[in-house]
C-alpha cells in the first residue's frame, strides 16, 4: 500500500505569511462560544447531521472507520468544516493512511495515540476546532484546529465565511457544536517536523531527529486514581510526545513559534559524518565512547541550523544584515562571532530552495559539504577568561601554591591630540606566590604559577594558542614565565610523577627573546621564556600548530596548561617580576597544520578590537 498517496493529495499551501499567536481557551472562552446557552441549539448531534447528507457520504465514511464517530456523538462541543467536495477515492486513501499506521504501530508492539495517527492530525482534526465557532460578519480572527494548526477564520454573514481561505456557505447548528459545509477540504500545511519526516532524501536528519523522541505521561490531563506503594495509579492515562533534540534548540515541532531550519539532504549528511568524527576522538576509558562520537558528530551537523527568527528580529534590528541561530544565545560568552551570519541573503540562503510550513520556513541545504560552516560554529576561535579556568596548584600538604586576585581595569585609547578615542575593561587575574608556602623539596616557593584547564577542546585538530597578557598593576617590571602543558592519556587520565603531581612538558617559545633580555636559570633555555609588555595589554603567540589525540568530554577538559614566572628572578637587583596578570586564552583551531603555522603570527586577526565592526570573511576566523 502506498501510504505517500494521501500525503500527496493533501499536500497544499495554506497561507502566506507568519501565523498569529493564539491563547488557549479559558473557561469564560469556553462559556462565550457555548451555543446551548442563549444560542441556536440543534436537535441532532453532529455525527447524525453528517449522516444525513448523503453530499457528505465520503466524509461520514471517514469518521466511521476512523472511529471519530463517537466523538461526534458525544457532548463536547466541536466546530467542524466538512468538505462536500471530498470524493470516494479521497477518503479510501485517508482510511488506507488510518490504517497502515495503525498496522505499523502494532508490528512494533506500540500503541499509537490516536491524535498522531498521520490520517487523524493531517486531514480529520485539520477540519475541526474544539469548542463551537459561531460566524458573523464581524467574525474576523485566528483559531486553533484539532490539529493545534492555526487557520483564520472570517466570516461574512451569520453562515458564511472562509476558514482557511476555503469558503463555506452553510450552517447547521447541532446539539454538540456547529457544522459548517465547505466546497473542499482544508489545505493541510505541515510545521518543520512534519515537512522533513514527508520529504524525499533527508533520512538521515529525520532518523536523528526521531531517535530522541520521547512518549511522557501528562500529569495535569491524567485523571489519578490510588496511591499504591508511594506510587500515582492513574485512572485515565494522558501522554504527550516530545522530543528532547529539538527542545534544545527551541520548539520546533510547535506550532506557536516562527523558526527557520537549514536542512541538510542526505548527500550533505554523508559528507560531514566522517569530517566531523574525527574531531570527537574520546580516550578509552569514556563509557560508550563510539557511540558519544557518533552523537557528537550529529549533533554539530544540525546545531547551528535553527533559527528562531522572532528572537532574532528583536536582537537585530536589521536580519537582513545578520543571522543568529539558536546556539548562539548560548556560546556567545566564548566568542560572540560564533554562530552569527552576515548578509544572509547574499551568502547564507543564496541558492536555497524555500518551503513554507506552518511554524516558520525550511530551506534545503544540498550544496555539499553544506552551507553552514564548522568555523563559523563549533570549530572556531574561543575567547575563555582566565578568571572562569583556573586551578589553584597545590604545594606541600596540599596547601595553595598561589595568592590570586582578580579585579577590573580600564584603559583609554587617544589619539596624537591627547582625546580619548575609545575606553576597554579588562577582568584580570593577578597571580602571586603564596607567602610561607614550600614546595616538596622544603624550598619556599618563590614563582607565580597558575594551572588553566582548557574546555571544549576537539581531537585532530592544529591549535594555535594565544595569551592575553595584562601589565602588572603598579609595576614597572615585566613578568618572564614558561608556559607547559599536561595531557591526559588513552585512559583519560593525567601522568603524574611520585608526588602524585601532573607531569608538565614545556612549550618552546616560537618567537625566543634574545638572551640579553632575559635571566635564565642553570636548568633552562633562552627559547623556553615569554616576557609580557610593561605598556600594553598584549595578545602573545604560546604555541602554533598543538595537536591533542582526544576530545574534551563531559565536562572533563583533557588538556592543562601552566603558567610559570622564573625563580631565579627574584633578588636586589632583579630584572623581572614573579607576579603573572592575564586576562584571558584564546584557541583558534585549524584543519591544517601549515595554514596554522602561516598565521600564527598575526595575532590582530583573532583581536577583538580588531574585528570589531568586520563583516563576514574578512579575516581567518570569519570564513
Known sequence: ??????????????????????????????????????????????????????????????????????????????????????????????????????????????????????????????????????????????????????????????????????????????????????????????????YLTRSEGMDSVVKFIASFDEVKLDE??????????????????????????????????????????????NQVWDELFPKYMKYFNYPQNVNNRDSIQMLNARMNIIGGRFFNTS????????????????????????????????????????????????????????????????????????????????????????????????????????????????EKSYRILQVNPKPGATGFNNRTITQASIHFNLPSTLSNVYYNIYAVMHPIPDSDLPSQFCVSYSLTDADGEYRLDGNSVPVFTKFLNPNPLSSSELTISSTQKAGEFFKASTERVDTMLIQSAVKFDFASYDGKEIVKLKFETDGTTTGRNKKYASTLCIVELILVPFEDEDEAKSVANDTYLFNDDYLEGKNEGTTNDEN
Open 220 to 265: 495535569d490531563a491524567s485523571v489519578p486514581g490510588e496511591i499504591i506503594d508511594g506510587k500515582v495509579h492513574y485512572l485515565d492515562s494522558v501522554t504527550a510526545n516530545t522530543n528532547r533534540l529539538l527542545n534544545a534548540y527551541g520548539r520546533i515541532a510547535s506550532e506557536d513559534s516562527t523558526y527557520m531550519f537549514i536542512a541538510p539532504t
Open 311 to 422: 528572537y532574532t528580529n528583536i536582537y537585530n534590528r536589521h536580519p537582513e544584515d545578520s543571522l543568529t541561530n539558536t546556539s548562539y544565545y548560548v556560546n556567545q560568552q566564548h566568542n560572540p562571532r560564533r554562530n552569527v551570519f552576515y548578509k544572509p541573503n547574499e551568502t547564507l540562503l543564496n541558492g536555497l530552495e524555500k518551503v513554507d510550513c506552518s511554524n516558520g520556513i525550511v530551506y534545503i541545504d544540498n550544496q555539499t559539504p553544506g552551507v553552514i560552516k564548522e568555523r563559523k560554529t563549533f570549530f572556531t576561535k574561543s575567547d575563555y577568561s582566565a578568571l572562569s579556568i583556573f586551578e589553584i596548584p597545590k604545594a606541600k600538604g596540599q596547601q595553595d601554591a598561589a595568592d590570586l586576585t582578580s579585579s577590573t581595569v580600564y584603559w583609554e585609547e587617544k589619539d596624537l591630540e591627547g582625546n580619548v578615542l575609545k
Open 1 to 194: 500500500m502506498n501510504t505517500n498517496r494521501f500525503s500527496k493529495i493533501i499536500t497544499a499551501a495554506l497561507l502566506a505569511g507568519t501565523p498569529l499567536f493564539w491563547s488557549a481557551c479559558s473557561d469564560a472562552w469556553d462559556d462565550h462560544y457555548d451555543v446551548s446557552e442563549g444560542g441556536k441549539v440543534g436537535e441532532l448531534s453532529l455525527m447524525e447531521n453528517i449522516k444525513a447528507d448523503p453530499k457528505l457520504a465520503p466524509f461520514f465514511k471517514v469518521l466511521q472507520a476512523t472511529g471519530a464517530d463517537n466523538r461526534l456523538n458525544a457532548e463536547q462541543q466541536y466546530t467542524v468544516w466538512a468538505p462536500l467536495g471530498l470524493t470516494e477515492e479521497q477518503a479510501d486513501s485517508v482510511i488506507a493512511v488510518y490504517q497502515a499506521d495503525e498496522a505499523e504501530a502494532l508490528a512494533k508492539g506500540q500503541k499509537l495515540n490516536w491524535e498522531d495517527n498521520k490520517a487523524i492530525a493531517q486531514f480529520l482534526h485539520n477540519q475541526m476546532a474544539l469548542y463551537a465557532h459561531p460566524v458573523s460578519s464581524l467574525t474576523d480572527e485566528t483559531i486553533s484546529m484539532m490539529n493545534k494548526k492555526y487557520m483564520h477564520l472570517k466570516g461574512s454573514s451569520d453562515h458564511s465565511g472562509t476558514i482557511g481561505g476555503t469558503p463555506f456557505s452553510e450552517v447547521i447548528y447541532s446539539n454538540n457544536g456547529i457544522l459548517y459545509k465547505t466546497e473542499s477540504m482544508q489545505s493541510f500545511l505541515p510545521n518543520i517536523r512534519e
